[in-house]
């Protein structure tokens, strides 16, 4: 049986008023459809829906797109955005939302066939990229946890989390996402240029965040894996990282050079199916801005001292500066761009002011320049 698109906006006009008088600042949200029929919808629009609620929502599973087809699909992605855009256009003025209120991929053993807990992270961490640089107001994922112990259980195995809470890939791929991209907005389309052996499946994504850096997420449609070079339009932009998808840290091994006109070049990065996440900052975000452990306001060197700050990249180094005595830890881990865990071991250094210094590989320095007093300790 088709669905009655009259039938169906006549109980929303008796709805919406009810809810109103309930609660005057609700967000009345159509019903989600599941896939998309455009027929269905248009007929919506001919008989008013737009007049009785705030957004629009649909179920973009991949497969309602294509029969059997699984994979995130990212430009027919896109394409229907823009259409759903111009269909309110037409029928409305009223600035009405679009919302992704379901998507997903089971993890099941069972049919429809289900996908690897990889698949699923790699499918999840691109439809969030993708929809992150389009006009759409929100994004729900279904969903948090697999409902049932059963592998083949196709509507039970959904989860961010398996049924004994444990975090699958895609859960630790979406907190990456909100950590790394969580204030971001769509950047310029000249932001960066990008070549590789194959351009026509390459996508690439970039959003500026709200302290100036550039992020770029790049990745494969058809997951051959591709060897890709950045070039950053911006000259200012340094420090660039590289972050792993899965455990939010700042990865080792991105070459880097910068051409004869200062133009940096992030050179033959891999690029499969599973989202490459780079990140460059203007030189105001390269920063020192703390260092523990502090106690009683004196800085005590020891075992487990951390650096925290914006910008490090891996390889960076760190130096104390007291006077004209320099200090270095026998061991320096970047952990992330915003965490260096650093081993100074024990000395007797005496008190005064000191500064704290972080060297980055491409020679860019910051330094936290501390009032606190150095605690004298012992070898």
């Known amino acids: 049986m088709w669905p ?26 159509m019903g989600g459809v599941a896939g998309l029929d455009p027929n269905f919808l248009d007929a919506c629009f001919k008989a008013g829906v737009a007049d009785y609620v705030d957004a629009i929502a649909y179920h973009p ?6 029969f059997l087809n699984y994979e995130p699909q990212e430009s027919n992605c896109r394409y229907i955005v823009d259409w759903l855009h111009s269909l309110m256009a037409a029928y409305t003025s009223k600035p009405l939302q679009l919302w992704i209120t379901e998507f997903g991929w089971t993890t099941c053993s069972g049919t429809p066939p289900g996908v690897s807990e990889a698949t699923q992270a790699s499918y999840l961490l691109r439809t969030l990229v ?8 929100k994004v729900f994922y279904y969903n948090l946890y697999d ?3 059963d592998p083949a259980a196709q509507e039970a195995n959904y989860g ?8 699958k890939p895609a859960y630790s791929c979406f907190a990456t996402f909100e950590r790394v991209l969580g204030d971001a907005v769509p950047a310029g389309a000249g932001s960066a240029s990008f070549t590789c052996t194959n351009p026509g499946t390459l996508e690439s994504h970039c959003f500026e965040l709200a302290d100036g850096s550039l992020v770029i997420a790049l990745w494969k449609s058809d997951a051959v894996v591709d060897s890709v070079t950045v070039k950053v339009a911006d000259k200012e932009f340094g420090s660039p990282q590289m972050v792993d998808p899965i455990s939010g840290e700042t990865l080792s091994g991105l070459s880097f050079t910068r051409d004869a006109d200062g133009t940096l070049s992030l050179n033959s990065i891999p690029v499969g199916g599973m989202p490459a996440l780079l990140k460059v900052m203007p030189p105001s975000r390269f920063a020192v801005t703390d260092v523990s452990p502090d106690q009683s306001n004196q800085l005590t060197l020891m075992v487990g001292t951390q650096v925290t700050g914006s910008g490090f990249m891996p390889g960076a180094r760190v130096r104390l500066e007291i006077g004209d005595r320099v200090l270095r830890p026998y061991n320096a881990t970047v952990v992330t ?10 000395f007797l250094v005496g008190t005064g002011d000191y500064d704290l210094v972080v060297r980055n590989p491409d020679g860019s320095e910051a330094r936290l320049n501390s009032a606190f007093k150095i605690k004298p300790l012992w070898w």
């Not at 993708?130 to 107001?137: Q, R």
């Not at 961010?160 to 975090?167: E, P, V």
């Not at 761009?337 to 024990?346: A, K, L, M, P, V």
């Open 4 to 29: 009655d698109a009259n039938a169906y906006v006549s109980l929303v006009k008796e709805t919406t008023p009810v809810i109103r008088s309930v609660d005057p600042s609700a967000t009345i949200v």
């Open 61 to 66: 599973y991949p497969e309602t797109f294509q």
């Open 130 to 137: 993708n929809y992150a640089g389009l006009p759409v107001d």
């Open 147 to 149: 409902e049932s112990y």
């Open 160 to 167: 961010l989390l398996a049924n004994d809470f444990r975090k």
């Open 337 to 346: 761009g915003e965490r260096i865990d650093c081993n100074f071991g024990f």
